[in-house]
Structures are given as C-alpha cells and as structure tokens.
C-alpha cells in the first residue's frame, strides 16, 4: 500500500538494502522554503491551518525525498487542549503564563475531547496523507507525560526544569495526578491520530533524561508504558528518550517497536544497552552537521556501519538546528541513500 | 596534619568508618549568611577580595561541618584572566560580550601570568587555610578547557552551545587552539594553587555532555589529560563530567583519583562503567533535596548502601539549588554522619 516501505519493515525487524532515514525537526527553520511561510504566519496558525501544516510537513520531503514524513505540529498542542495557556513567544520559546503549581491549579486542568479540540490537527493528517499519496509513510508524535509535565509545572523552557522537579518531589500527589491526565489525553489523542491516517507513532521524552533511573520509572516510564500499552496492537511506536541511555533496557521491554537514542550513546553501547534486538533510530550529532558536506558523508556511513543496516533507521539525534546549511542536511541524507556496507 | 582527613583518605582509596561528604556549591544561595554577603557586594567584588571569598568558603562548614571546603570563585575568572571580557549579568548568568568565533578573535586571547591576574584567588586560599586551621582539606578547582572553550565562544550560558560547537566542527583549528590557550592557562593556575596550599583539586567539566563520545575525546579528554598529567603526582584529582557517563571508563585510566558522577548513573552503573576501582563522587540529585528530610536521610542512607562506604565521596550530581530550605541540606550531611553499614 505504502510504495516505499523502508521505514515500515525497518520498524519490523526486516531486512532492508539499506536503512530508511529521515530527521528529527525536517519540517523546520533550516528550509527556506519553511521561512517563507514562516514569515507570513504565527506559530499558532501554522498548526491549526491544515493546508499550511500539511504544505510544511511535505516541503522536506519534495527537496530531500525523505524515507518517512512527520507531522507539523508541535508537543505543546496537548495542554492548550487540556485548558492550560500556551503561548509561543518569539525568540524565548514556549510560554504558559498560568503554570500548574499545586492541586488547585489542577482542578482547571481538563481530558478534553479530541473531536473538538484538536481536531484540526486531525484535518491536517488526513490533507497530508492526500499529497503523500501513499509514497512514504507518516509519522505522527506527542511528548511523554513527563516532558508535557515539565513545561506545564515550569510555564517555560529551562536548564533544569527545577520547578517541575520540586513539584514531584515535594507533592508527588499532584504531580501524577497531572501526569495521568496528560497521559489520559495523549492516548486519546495518538488513537485519533492512527484513525486519521499515521502509520507510525514516536513518543518524545525530550527531558527524561534530567531523572535519576529511580525517578524516571515513577515519573516517565509508567506513563509512557501506557501510552505503548494503548497503542502497540495498533501502530508501530517509536520512544526516543533524549539523555535516557539508562533507560533503554526497560525501553525495550516495553512493546514499543523502535528506540530513538541520542550521540552520547555510541552504536556499540546502544545495542548493548538496549538488549541487542529492538531497532534504533538515531543518532548523528545535530551540530556535526556544521562540518563540510564530504566529512558528514563519511560520518554517515561509519555511523550505518557501526549501527548495521538492519533494524536500524538513520535519523539525528535530536532536532535538526536552524543554521544547518541545506547542502549539508542534504548531504546527510544522501549519504544514506547511497549506502552500501 | 590535617585533623579530618576522611576526605584524603576516600581519594587514596583507604578503608574509612563513613564515607566523607561535601556539595557542590556548599557555598551558595541557599545559605542565608551567603545571601546577606550576595546583596552587599557584587559577583566579583566576592571572588577577587580575599576576606570575603575565605569567609563565603567557610559558612557553610561553620553551619553543617562537612569533610571538605571548596574554594569560593568561578570557573569564568580563566577566561577574565586571558583578555576576554567576562560580565556576570543578574537573572541571566555570565556574558561575554566579545566571544572568540574565529581565528581574529582568538588572537588577542592570551596566557596570562597567574600571579599577575588571579593572585587574588591566591591569596584567598591562603586567608582560607588560615580559617579551616587545618581541621579539613580545602578543594581548589578550575573548569574544564571544553567547557569554559563552550563560554568563550557561544558568549553566554545556552541549551545546546551551538555555536561553540559550530566552530569546533567548521573550525577545528581555531578551536583546537583556543583549547590549548586554556589548557596552559589552566595548568600554571592549577599549579600555582597547589602551592598556595590547596588539599585537591576537581575539573568540571559542566558541558561534556553535549559531546559525543568520539568528539568528547577530540574536544574534552585529551586536554583534561594535559592537566592530569601535570599535576597528579603534586595533588589528587577529581574530574567531574556531567553527563559524562560514556567516558567514565577513560576517566577511570587519566590517573585522577577520583570521578564526579551525576545521578542518571546508578551506583551500579557508575561501578560498572568507571571500572569498579577509582573512587567515586556524588550522586544526589539536587532536586531531590526538595523531598522532606526524613526522605533525604532515607535516600541518602541507601545511596551509601549502594556506592559502598569505602572509595566513596557522597557529593549531590551537580550544585545545589538556590531553592532548597536549610533543614533539608542538614538532613543530607547528618544521614551521612550518622551512617553505619
């Protein structure tokens, strides 16, 4: 159905000629064909307009022929719908202006229904998979529990996110309380979004891995392992932990059918952290795409070889930054097409 | 010679009755005596008038009796000391107004005379000495090269630094350069500490995270080698890398005596992966100090447990947090005197 299925059988376990890849952030400001429309509209709009959210998840794809596409949208779209502030200040990043402090705070906090809440992201799945037209597949995402947590106790980014850490550790009541209606929303919301059309969910932990090992299995495995739980039989799911290497024996345990890693985390100890026989997805320095084109060619294929091809999808290891150069992100994903152990 | 010397022993890996305990940032915006200093004078009225740095350094021994003193100064005042212009900004953190992006910049970045530019730190070790009595060792410190090379290019604290990064992939030479510069600057301050009468010295390497392990290497490693070099057979060492957990079993050959771990390593993680030898450092998370106190003397307890008494320092993961009440730091330093096996 899917013509090309790479992305698809690396997720099984299959064999493949060579890995799938595509990039964290794709859709994004490196792309001046993003800028452009970037420049015309607010973040906000950018999301909720199906034709523009659609138009910018492709653009990626038609330059770079991508071996999956991902949703434009953006982790945060969660606790607006679940009646929590959220704006996008330029040049600061997310903003919650009433952050969830304490359990009064959580009485406004809602499960909101997705229909009317976020059904334009919906709308903007179904127009994608039309101009996709069953060439790649589409990659839809939310953050875990405990990264939407983190901006919501917070109210904006932060080194350390000590305020949402000092909420669960000084009223660890209300802290899962507000984690499991995240978590309750979210399952909602990927169940929306495989009926709408995406063939592949990832869970974003983005900031796991400011947990000790013990505080990550109360605060962000238990939650993501529900989301898996929910969607396993459905959609192939993807956990990409950012900084959660000590994460990812029970990662694989869990039933999701890939594991995203980050670069500190090298090829050898990847696999052997993660058992051995779960896909993984990843894990080329973002920055290191500064360096000349033909350095990150040569990168690339040491990285496909010490990875092996198989149950294995190149990707970075975390989003793509602005100031890439797009022969550079070209280079990365040419060098992966042209791959041959 | 001196009367507490727990500390001492833990480095030498000797069997001791308790593990010694000292935190990070002990001196700090936590401690109100700290804070009525903080409000009088400026940052660096603080760090470069020896009364004040010796008296900040001994508050919080006075408060909480802990097995070692570590020197009040920044790791910043290296690059201040090599002509590059560095501010400390209220609610902001460092700047540095003119960063070294290129080979131009970097040639007006010098090294310095330590007894010409930093004589003050000096003479607030000496002050110091005379304070402690020699009741406890006194720990001097530097940054590692990576991380103040993070500072003086990006000009400011950052998510990512990705603009010193930037230039140690397009500009390896520069960058390369740069790290010498510090590097050897870093080496004679060091040096000239040990005489003024430092017990220890400990390198931070606060962004050596953001690395991979094969340009941690490269950018991090082999200058923090440069100094273990020079001056191990003078003073013990301890490298802490935050983030740092795939390049413990490196650190563990460096001949440091002991490695500073954060707290996304276990303490079996942490055995494991530095080699089971060298004595560790840390790994309290500092939020958790936001747990009540029976909690901390709890968690605190266990930690021990599982460190194991002997080549062991209970340190937190990183420094304390300007938000933590007194009684909870206490409940931390007496569940480590009060331990028993």
New interface residues.
Partial sequence: MIKNDLFLRALKGETVTRPPVWMMRQAGRYLPEFMELKNKYDFFTRCQTPELASEITVQPIRRYGMDAAILFSDILVIPQAMNIDVEMKPNFGPYLPNPIRNEADLANVIVPDIQDSLGYVLDAIKMTKEKLNNEIPLIGFAGSPWTILCYCVQGQ?S??F?LA??LC??DPKTAHALLQKITDTTIAYLKEKVKAGCNAIQVFDSWG?M?????YQEFSMQYMQQIVDALKDEIPVILFGK?C??ALNDMAKSGASALGVD????PK?ARYLSGGQITLQGNF????L???PAAIKKMVKQMIDEFGKDRYIVNLG?GI?P?IPIENAGAFIEAVKEYSA
């Fill in positions: 980014g080194k350390n000590d850490k000092g550790f000084s891995g947990l000790s090992p013990v505080d900084g290497w000590f670069w500190t985390c090298s100890n320095d973002p920055s290191r500064l360096s000349p975390h930054l100031n």
